[in-house]
């Protein structure tokens, strides 16, 4: 995946403990108490399935933004933590999200 200041990015597994706490946890900050997002409309049946990217703070570990792309290649639920914001890390999520929907074949109906 892709490397580069300030974050790694990488394929996080909803199904892990902790990568869905992980996923989740920027997700709640984001939509649900930043946003006001009420939390029924957040969670869905698409998560299982999805593709998820997680991007990693190198220094600390820390999960600071996250990207899913369904099986039919939208992409969406991208969200980075307010204090990491401003230092490209969306942009970086949205191009490995855009490369891994260049590299993977998606069934349309």
Do not use: K, Y
Request: glycine fraction near 8%; charge should be negative.
């Amino acid at each position: 995946m892709t490397s580069a200041a300030p974050v790694t990015i990488r394929c996080a597994d909803w199904h892990d403990p902790a990568d869905h706490a992980r996923l989740s946890g920027i997700r709640r900050a984001v939509f649900i108490i930043e946003q006001q997002v009420p939390e029924a409309l957040e969670w869905d049946d698409d998560d299982a399935t999805a593709t998820h990217l997680l991007a990693i703070a190198p220094a600390s570990g820390e999960a600071v933004g996250t990207a899913r792309i369904l099986p039919d290649g939208r992409i969406g639920r991208m969200a980075v933590l307010r204090p990491w914001r401003g230092r490209g890390i969306g942009r970086m999520l949205l191009r490995e999200a855009i490369a891994h929907c260049q590299e993977t074949p998606f069934l349309h109906a």
